[in-house]
């Protein structure tokens, strides 16, 4: 084991565990289980990365305020770096984000402004970016547009993944921000081109498109595509259905994005696209906890439960 | 041959409030021109000046980003489905 100046330098290096039961004949399903960050979720990675990025430049000092757009994980991340270093935090939060994750953000004392739901991810960069215009004293890290975010992955994530499984041959992560995609998969494409990159994209219900005028749509600033050997959306009783199957066969207790990569995984694993004996690396990037109350877990009919997650934001 | 295509909610104006309607073709770019053809308005909205598909709206095919497939040559098959979605992060 490790000892650990403060919280933050408990970040990263996590478990890669096989999945036995659920790999495909003639493939071999390992996820990395970002869930065992010091706050739950990869995010902390890039709060960590993104905060050293805003020291190291001279933008954050003792009791500055930072501000940032999530729909969760980033914020609660934000809030343990930034409660251990000494800054205010305020988060850009859509309402229809789990009840957990605000709760959260809540018993960390994080200055909470919510973003309509219709808007979703979108609505909450809208308005934080109108908030960091009218103040100029709010330090903004931005995750969706900051290089720390995918420099972050490709120096530790897709490091500790060609550590723990040097013949990986393929990739599979969820897009938010892309930054995990960018990041770990143009480091492990440099290390071997032969090596896909996929990723799986939430598939929400009307409530989450709803109002969205398609020419407003936003792509991240830090999300290069050209990493990508393909993309594949992933709807609620798809993802529900393989964190189920996660639960039940592999003991896995894990977050619904975590079904909705390993379903991609699965989809993938054939020999149209990739070699048999592929050993496919996948990113889990939280546990189950902050989703209990959605109901997911929660016997009865998974496609009625599908039906109700479908307009909460939970990638 | 009967293609599947799911309109998003801010697309509906243009058919009549439809969620799911049914095209013809054997590629995605004819499935769009017969998307416009029924539905005046629709399959112009998913093309930009240049007539390549715009760039926050993704288009997919049985669940995949047909940019990673052969974009509008794409090629379809009866019962398969299209799907359009307003580009959204997270995080």
């Known amino acids: ?315 | 041959m009967s293609i599947e295509v799911r309109v998003p909610t801010v697309l509906r104006t243009h058919t009549d409030g439809e969620k799911r309607v049914t095209v013809e073709g054997a590629t995605l770019a004819e499935a769009i021109d017969d998307l416009e053809s029924r539905y005046p308005g629709l399959g112009e909205r998913l093309r930009d000046e240049e007539g390549k598909l715009a760039r926050f709206v993704n288009v997919y095919v049985n669940d995949e980003d047909v940019r990673f497939l052969g974009g509008e040559q794409t090629e379809l098959a009866d019962g398969d489905q299209i799907a359009i979605l307003p580009a959204v992060a997270g995080g």
């Open chain 1, 1 to 315: 084991m490790a000892l650990y100046r403060d919280i933050s330098q408990a970040v990263g290096n996590t478990p890669m565990v096989g999945l036995p039961r659920l790999s495909p004949a003639g493939y071999e399903l390992y996820l990395k289980l970002e869930g065992q960050n010091p706050t739950g979720s990869v995010k902390d990675r890039v709060a960590k990365a993104l905060i050293d990025a805003a020291e190291a430049e001279g933008r954050l000092h003792p009791g500055s305020r930072v501000l940032e757009p999530t729909s969760g994980n980033t914020g609660i991340a934000l809030a343990a770096i930034c409660t251990a270093r000494g800054y205010k935090l305020t988060v850009v939060l859509p309402e229809n984000t789990s009840r957990e994750r605000t709760e959260l953000l809540e018993a960390y004392g994080v200055d909470i402004v919510t973003s309509p739901a219709e808007e979703g991810s979108n609505g909450s960069v809208r308005v934080a970016n109108e908030m960091a215009e009218a103040d100029p004293d709010l330090v903004m890290p931005f995750q969706y547009g900051n290089p720390a975010n995918p420099r972050i992955h490709a120096t530790t994530t897709a490091t500790e993944i060609l550590a723990d499984l040097p013949d990986v041959g393929a990739l599979v992560a969820g897009l938010g921000t892309g930054g995990t995609l960018t990041g770990t998969g143009r480091r492990l494409k440099q290390d071997d081109p032969s090596r896909k990159v996929f990723a799986a994209e939430p598939e929400y219900g009307d409530l989450v498109y709803g109002l969205r005028n398609l020419d407003d749509g936003f792509v991240p600033p830090i999300f290069d595509a050209e990493v990508l050997d393909g993309r594949i959306k992933v709807d609620s009783e798809k993802a529900l259905a393989t964190t189920r199957r996660l639960l039940a066969e592999e003991g896995i207790f894990a977050g619904l994005s975590t079904g909705a990569a390993v379903h991609v995984a699965r989809r993938v694993a054939t020999p149209r696209r990739l070699p048999e004996g592929t050993k496919i690396a996948i990113i889990s990037p939280d546990g189950g906890w902050k989703y209990l109350s959605t109901g997911a877990y929660k016997p009865g009919d998974p496609e009625a439960i599908a039906e109700e997650l479908q307009d909460t934001l939970w990638a």
